[in-house]
């Protein structure tokens, strides 16, 4: 089981099982041995979002019953990471993509939401008060050369510089190879989280032109004290991304990252008060309705499945 992320969002990650529907509900096949076959029923009703490893088979039943709770289901690699493909319900809120979809789409929240993003990897003391997002990606660029050399420093590789052209993984060294495999591991995490929020993972604020641009946006987030120092430690391993995935995979209950990406996710989204802030209580999950709106540029949303014909019924 992997950590609750918030009040209303919890993930469970299953391999090695087939998913199935019986009389009673949506269960985990586990095949103890030849002759004995061990059943756990799936919570789908209290269930935000289920990971469904590479041993994993499933029922069209068992995904029907998923879907009609409001269930999210994640392909994804070993150990939860890398997401392969999402099957949203019908029923997923649409309240944070639509947040998504307001900021990306106004130029000023936009800058907004990418300067912070700039912002929440440095000291509040590190950033002029009238910095620029120019200023702000020299910023970073200093930063990561910066930890590029101390991280090769304290593991005595001399300098050390990112390269990453997958038509030449054979001239690649150790910590190259660990770090884009660490990296893909992560954009794997972030990729799960974004989906089962509904968000899109297209639509960036500082990447953009592919369809993973806010997966780089809120990976860029973790680099730093994730993937990075765990590549430089496998400079002088044999084969180092085979061992920066099992170390990520084993590393990631105690990084907690899942809980994390989905507060700083709905942090950055949240439309900043004047006076208090981000508004917590906006940040809740719990925001489904249970019909469809419509949709007016005056009164915002109007009751569906009204006849709005003058005089009509």
Known sequence: MLPRVADSLSFLYLDMVRVVQDDTGVCAQIQADKNRTDLVYLPTAALSCLLLGPGVSITTPALTTLARHGTSVVCTGAGGVRAYAGILPDSLTTHWLEQQVTAWADPTRRLGIATRMYG???DATELPTTVTL???RGMEGQRMKALYKILAQQHGIGRFRRTYHPDQRHAQDPVNLALSAANTCLYGIVHAALLALGLSPALGFVH???QHAFVYDIADLYKAETTLPLAFALHQSANPEQEARRRFREDLRL?????????????????????TGPDDEDRSE????????LW????????AGVNYASGGT
């Open 134 to 136: 120019e200023q702000l």
């Open 296 to 303: 007016d540029p005056k009164a915002g949303t109007l009751p």
């Open 120 to 122: 929440m990897r440095f």
């Open 286 to 293: 719990r925001r489904d309705v249970e019909m469809v709106h």
């Open 255 to 275: 990084l907690r990252l899942l809980p994390r990406i989905v507060h700083d996710v709905q942090a950055l989204l949240t439309p900043v008060q004047a006076d």
């Open 208 to 210: 953009a032109g592919t």
